[in-house]
Structure formats: structure tokens, C-alpha cells
């Protein structure tokens, strides 16, 4: 009976592991300024900060907390200073250990009656110096990854380098201290 207790409270573990992936979800990828934008992100650790913004612009939109299984979902308005055209905008999380940081890119259209706006349903300057409708294949628009989350892995490979090579100096150390004494 006491090797059972142990087996059935790993099943349950079990179903929780591997964690799904960090996840964005938006309700649009064009935005009128002025307008509102919903998201939903996971990924996140439970009860944390979430803060999102516009990095283009560097401006915060809001200050939002995951639940405890760590999404956080939320409408955010992008401000009428908001100029139109292709921006970022980014979820962050910071904990002690892990900050994690999701986005997505989208396009601002100018509102009516402000500079930018061109009289045609708000599809004007796509920010490519042209007055042409987004088409995604379209060779201009960034497609280097700028939506994958930032894990911070990075990190923690330049960490474990260093620790590594520390390790290997050690080692090294001792073995000069041996030869000396047994010479």
C-alpha cells in the first residue's frame, strides 16, 4: 500500500509535464489608435506582473497579473499618440529567476482625422514609404523572429561556459599543487 501512494500521485504529475509552450494570442494584428487590443498569453509564472507595451514607442500600456496557472488576458487601448504604422507589441514577466517576454507585430492605422490617415478606411502609409494594403509576403516586413519568447536561455549557456571554464581551472590548479608537493 505504501509503494502505490507514491505511483499515484506521480500520474498526476505526470499530465502536467512537459508545460505547454508561452503562447500570445491577439484579437487583431491592425489597431486604430485610439482603438482596443485583447490578448491572451500563457507561459507565464503564476500570480506574476505582466506589463505590456509598445516598443517601438517605448510606451507602457498597462499592468496586468497572471492567474495561478500564469496567463493573463486583458484589453489594453493604444494611445491616439501612437504613430501608424508596424510596431511590437510585447508582454514581460520578471521574476527572480526568469524573465519571460512574448510579442507579436502589429499595424497601427491613424485615426480619422489624424496626420497619416489617408481617407480610404485608414490603410494608408504602411510605414514603407508607400500607400499599398499589408500583404504578407511582402520582402520589407521583419522575418527574423521577433515573435518567439525570450527565454533567457542565452543566459544561462554563457553561465554554464563560465562555470565550466572556472571547473577547468580548478582542476588545473590542483593538479599543479600535486606535482609540486610530490617533487
Not at 487583431?28 to 514607442?57: E, H
Not at 498597462?62 to 504604422?85: C, E, K, Y
Not at 485608414?122 to 522575418?143: K, V
Amino acid at each position: 500500500m505504501l509503494v502505490a501512494a507514491p505511483l499515484v500521485g506521480a500520474q498526476t504529475a505526470h499530465a502536467q509535464y512537459p508545460p505547454a509552450p508561452p503562447s500570445l494570442t491577439l484579437s487583431a494584428t491592425t489597431v486604430t489608435a485610439g482603438g482596443t487590443l485583447d490578448f491572451r498569453a500563457t507561459g507565464f509564472a503564476p500570480q506574476r506582473r505582466v506589463t505590456s507595451s509598445l516598443d517601438s514607442d517605448r510606451i507602457v500600456l498597462g499592468r496586468h497579473q497572471s492567474d495561478a496557472s500564469g496567463a493573463a488576458q486583458a484589453t489594453v487601448t493604444i494611445p491616439t499618440r501612437v504613430r501608424p504604422g508596424w510596431h511590437t507589441f510585447r508582454l514581460t514577466a520578471r521574476h527572480p529567476a526568469l524573465t519571460l517576454t512574448l510579442s507579436a507585430r502589429i499595424r497601427v492605422q491613424a485615426a480619422v482625422g489624424q496626420p497619416g490617415h489617408d481617407g480610404h478606411g485608414g490603410h494608408g502609409d504602411d510605414g514603407h514609404g508607400d500607400s499599398a494594403w499589408y500583404e504578407p509576403n511582402r520582402p520589407e516586413r521583419p522575418a527574423h523572429g521577433q515573435d518567439l519568447a525570450v527565454t533567457g536561455g542565452e543566459k544561462a549557456l554563457a553561465a554554464s561556459g563560465i562555470a565550466a571554464a572556472l571547473i577547468v581551472a580548478g582542476r588545473g590548479a590542483m593538479l599543479a599543487v600535486r606535482r609540486r608537493r610530490s617533487a
